[in-house]
Structure formats: structure tokens, C-alpha cells
């Protein structure tokens, strides 16, 4: 089973919040969740990891050239010159795991 962790990035500050800090702070999750706490952006983890064992989150840009989404009920990559889409798990699995990120938060 995945594990469900989030992060939320911080518009103004340009920042983000890792989930040890939104996990210590279920009022802080709750106000981003019901978008009290304006200009933040909740982000969930992916299930994988990178090939340095780094969680992958949604927003992420991978080897510098393919943005993570959801879309559709499943984590895909969107190719930033092309917008061609992969499934995440798939494109990992093609390069054995040898996959980097490249970029923590990327606009989609």
C-alpha cells in the first residue's frame, strides 16, 4: 500500500512545507485542506522515489524533462517541450529506476 504524505508549497514565500511539519500541525493541513491558509498549494506524494531514494511529489519536474501530474486517477509525466504524457510508474520502470529530480516545484 502507498504511503500518503503531502507537502504544501507556499506561493508568496516560495517554499515548502514537508510533511513533518503539516503532520505536527493537523490545524495548519486542515486550514490549507479547506483553503483557509491562502496562496498555499497541497502536494501529494507519488508512492516512488528517485533513483537517490527521494520522494517523488506531484509539481516535481523529473531529468529536467518531464513535469509530474495527476490526471485522470494516476501520476503521470508531462514532457515540458512536447506535452506528450507517460504514465510515472512506467517511465521509471523503462530507465530502471534511474530516474532524477530535477526541479522541487514546478507550475503545471
Not at 505536527?24 to 533513483?51: C, E, Y
Request: charged share 25%; net charge positive.
Amino acid at each position: 500500500m502507498r504511503q500518503i504524505k503531502f507537502r504544501a508549497w507556499n506561493d508568496i514565500d516560495k517554499m515548502m512545507i514537508d510533511w513533518g511539519l503539516l503532520k505536527a500541525s493537523p490545524i495548519l493541513f486542515m486550514n490549507i485542506i479547506k483553503g483557509k491558509v491562502k496562496h498555499h498549494r497541497l502536494i501529494q506524494f507519488t508512492g516512488l522515489q528517485d533513483k537517490n531514494g527521494v520522494d517523488i511529489y506531484e509539481s516535481m519536474e523529473i531529468d529536467g524533462t518531464h513535469n509530474v501530474k495527476f490526471k485522470n486517477g494516476s501520476y503521470v509525466l508531462i514532457d515540458i517541450s512536447s506535452g506528450d504524457i507517460v504514465l510515472l510508474h512506467t517511465y521509471i520502470e523503462s530507465r530502471s529506476g534511474n530516474v532524477k529530480i530535477t526541479r522541487e516545484y514546478t507550475e503545471i
